[in-house]
């Protein structure tokens, strides 16, 4: 064997020897956490923070022993001067050329954009304000300062907050003046609308949370003011400050960053109405007649013109909507997204009323005015509404439907048939005994004879039906008596004149029913069809032909 050959061997050896001790070693403890962050204050005013371990000392070391050279410099009795000083580890920070402490890169975050030398002349400004409010702790001339403009502090918080006290009783005996005054004036039919009572209740509470906040931010400034005059709370004085005017800070910086959005809302807001002004005109022709535009009429316009505006402003909402304050806050979007799930929940039937009363104007089933027969009900139309139709019946009684029930049921228009009139119809049943040309004479005497039945078109008589044991004559007139009371009364008078031209003929208005069979025929021979009443009023001639 060769004595390569031998150092190759020992060489493995070796190398699987350290393998099998490295595996035999016990696992290393885990890396111990980073230690806590500790900072160094003077007079309650925090100098630095430190945060990372530095040459085995962790942050509370360090800051303990940043305070004790503080306090031996501090005991020197120096000009107490910070500075600062870069050097390769970091940067130091110094006071009368001692030394305090050093800021390493592990005490800065770096993503923030701190540097060491950056904290290192913050963490001076901050010794140099102790310091200031340290030297004047024990000075009695500033002490005597800040007593004064402490008093003087005081005395203009009295004095805004009885300004504020008669601001605000003057304002309500004057509100209440002019609010009394000025609503006395508001009255519709000589009622006065508006309570001044509740307005001006309203008004004073809306005065005194208004004062009572003006006080509250007065009182906050003269709390930061004061606290910032004493050395040892002044820390407490300057957060107050600082937060009241990043306070305000923010609501100004919201406020312009809101105002595009706002006029934009507003350039919006102006050309929906501007489009509203302008349909509003246009249909304003069409239902005074003087516009023709296709289908549309003086009925269907003004459906038309809600329609187009309701379209017009849920566009102009829309396209607003992302312009507006806070429209992009998980608040905002969680309010909106409960309102429409509440309309849409709660909409269903409104919508289908709606739909079925747009139907009823388009397709002009009724009118305003018109006389109708809608199921078991008859009246005058008062008012077709979106979601009701509304009737006046002859009594006196308003009935009103909804527009998806009237749309189910059939609708009898008794005033599309003669223009500017209505249809006025009765029925009687006479036997087979009575001759038609007398019955048809009869009826149009009685309708010539009431007051109200138009002359023309001229009332006539149809025989509809041929029952077994009579024959039913209905009467056809038309009366422009529009009002549905004045229907009731005309149809009423009307079968008076029937009853008394009937009972002056000797004719009887019934029914007759047979329960075997008459000994005599029920007929009328020819020497019979023209009675002394039937060609008094009219020849044969114009019978036949009226017929």
């Given at each position: 064997?060769?004595?390569?050959?031998?150092?190759?061997?020992?060489?493995?050896?070796?190398?699987?020897?350290?393998?099998?001790?490295?595996?035999?070693?016990?696992?290393?403890?885990?890396?111990?956490?980073?230690?806590?962050?500790?900072?160094?204050?003077?007079?309650?005013?925090?100098?630095?923070?430190?945060?990372?371990?530095?040459?085995?000392?962790?942050?509370?070391?360090?800051?303990?022993?940043?305070?004790?050279?503080?306090?031996?410099?501090?005991?020197?009795?120096?000009?107490?001067?910070?500075?600062?000083?870069?050097?390769?580890?970091?940067?130091?920070?110094?006071?009368?050329?001692?030394?305090?402490?050093?800021?390493?890169?592990?005490?800065?975050?770096?993503?923030?954009?701190?540097?060491?030398?950056?904290?290192?002349?913050?963490?001076?400004?901050?010794?140099?304000?102790?310091?200031?409010?340290?030297?004047?702790?024990?000075?009695?001339?500033?002490?005597?300062?800040?007593?004064?403009?402490?008093?003087?502090?005081?005395?203009?918080?009295?004095?805004?907050?009885?300004?504020?006290?008669?601001?605000?009783?003057?304002?309500?005996?004057?509100?209440?003046?002019?609010?009394?005054?000025?609503?006395?004036?508001?009255?519709?039919?000589?009622?006065?609308?508006?309570?001044?009572?509740?307005?001006?209740?309203?008004?004073?509470?809306?005065?005194?949370?208004?004062?009572?906040?003006?006080?509250?931010?007065?009182?906050?400034?003269?709390?930061?003011?004061?606290?910032?005059?004493?050395?040892?709370?002044?820390?407490?004085?300057?957060?107050?400050?600082?937060?009241?005017?990043?306070?305000?800070?923010?609501?100004?910086?919201?406020?312009?960053?809101?105002?595009?959005?706002?006029?934009?809302?507003?350039?919006?807001?102006?050309?929906?109405?501007?489009?509203?002004?302008?349909?509003?005109?246009?249909?304003?022709?069409?239902?005074?007649?003087?516009?023709?535009?296709?289908?549309?009429?003086?009925?269907?316009?003004?459906?038309t013109r809600r329609l187009a505006v309701v379209v017009i402003w849920l566009f102009a909402l829309a396209?607003?909507?992302?312009?507006?304050?806070?429209?992009?806050?998980?608040?905002?979007?969680?309010?909106?997204?409960?309102?429409?799930?509440?309309?849409?929940?709660?909409?269903?039937?409104?919508?289908?009323?709606?739909?079925?009363?747009?139907?009823?104007?388009?397709?002009?089933?009724?009118?305003?005015?018109?006389?109708?027969?809608?199921?078991?009900?008859?009246?005058?139309?008062?008012?077709?509404?979106?979601?009701?139709?509304?009737?006046?019946?002859?009594?006196?009684?308003?009935?009103?439907?909804?527009?998806?029930?009237?749309?189910?049921?059939?609708?009898?228009?008794?005033?599309?048939?003669?223009?500017?009139?209505?249809?006025?119809?009765?029925?009687?049943?006479?036997?087979?005994?009575?001759?038609?040309?007398?019955?048809?004479?009869?009826?149009?005497?009685?309708?010539?004879?009431?007051?109200?039945?138009?002359?023309?078109?001229?009332?006539?008589?149809?025989?509809?039906?041929?029952?077994?044991?009579?024959?039913?004559?209905?009467?056809?007139?038309?009366?422009?008596?529009?009002?549905?009371?004045?229907?009731?009364?005309?149809?009423?008078?009307?079968?008076?004149?029937?009853?008394?031209?009937?009972?002056?003929?000797?004719?009887?208005?019934?029914?007759?029913?047979?329960?075997?069979?008459?000994?005599?025929?029920?007929?009328?021979p020819p020497d019979r069809w023209y009675p002394a009443h039937s060609l008094a009023s009219g020849t044969?001639?114009?019978?036949?032909?009226?017929?």
């Open positions: 064997m060769t004595s390569k050959t031998i150092r190759t061997l020992l060489a493995l050896a070796l190398l699987a020897f350290s393998q099998l001790c490295s595996a035999l070693q016990p696992p290393s403890p885990p890396s111990q956490a980073a230690a806590p962050a500790a900072s160094l204050a003077l007079g309650g005013r925090t100098i630095f923070t430190f945060r990372s371990t530095l040459s085995g000392y962790p942050p509370q070391e360090r800051a303990d022993a940043a305070e004790r050279r503080l306090e031996r410099a501090l005991a020197q009795n120096g000009p107490q001067r910070p500075s600062i000083r870069s050097i390769s580890e970091g940067t130091q920070v110094l006071l009368d050329g001692s030394l305090l402490f050093l800021i390493a890169p592990g005490d800065v975050n770096s993503l923030a954009g701190d540097t060491p030398e950056l904290l290192a002349q913050e963490s001076a400004a901050q010794l140099e304000k102790a310091l200031q409010e340290r030297r004047e702790q024990h000075s009695p001339r500033y002490i005597a300062q800040a007593l004064g403009l402490c008093a003087a502090a005081t005395v203009a918080l009295a004095l805004m907050l009885w300004a504020l006290a008669a601001i605000r009783r003057h304002s309500n005996r004057r509100l209440e003046a002019v609010l009394g005054r000025r609503l006395a004036r508001v009255k519709v039919h000589n009622v006065r609308v508006l309570d001044a009572a509740h307005l001006i209740h309203f008004s004073r509470r809306t005065l005194d949370i208004l004062a009572w906040l003006a006080a509250l931010l007065g009182a906050y400034i003269w709390l930061a003011f004061v606290l910032a005059r004493i050395p040892f709370a002044r820390i407490w004085g300057e957060r107050l400050q600082q937060f009241l005017f990043d306070t305000a800070i923010g609501l100004a910086t919201s406020a312009a960053n809101a105002v595009p959005g706002l006029v934009i809302v507003v350039i919006i807001v102006l050309l929906a109405r501007l489009a509203t002004a302008t349909l509003a005109s246009v249909f304003k022709r069409i239902e005074s007649g003087e516009l023709q535009f296709g289908w549309l009429d003086c009925d269907t316009a003004v459906p396209m607003a909507y992302p312009y507006l304050p806070g429209a992009h806050t998980a608040a905002f979007q969680g309010v909106t997204v409960l309102a429409g799930l509440m309309l849409s929940i709660g909409a269903s039937s409104i919508v289908s009323q709606g739909a079925s009363g747009l139907i009823l104007m388009y397709t002009r089933a009724l009118r305003k005015g018109d006389y109708v027969s809608i199921g078991d009900v008859q009246g005058t139309v008062v008012e077709p509404g979106i979601f009701d139709t509304r009737l006046r019946t002859g009594m006196g009684v308003d009935v009103a439907m909804p527009n998806a029930w009237v749309l189910s049921n059939t609708i009898k228009n008794y005033s599309r048939a003669v223009p500017g009139a209505f249809v006025l119809d009765t029925t009687v049943t006479i036997g087979y005994d009575t001759p038609w040309r007398q019955v048809h004479a009869m009826l149009e005497e009685a309708a010539r004879l009431t007051d109200g039945i138009a002359a023309e078109p001229r009332p006539y008589v149809i025989q509809c039906a041929l029952s077994d044991f009579y024959i039913e004559y209905k009467l056809i007139s038309c009366s422009t008596l529009s009002s549905p009371g004045t229907r009731a009364e005309l149809l009423s008078r009307l079968h008076q004149n029937v009853l008394d031209v009937f009972n002056r003929e000797g004719v009887q208005i019934m029914s007759p029913h047979f329960m075997q069979e008459p000994l005599h025929p029920q007929t009328v044969p001639s114009e019978v036949t032909m009226k017929e």
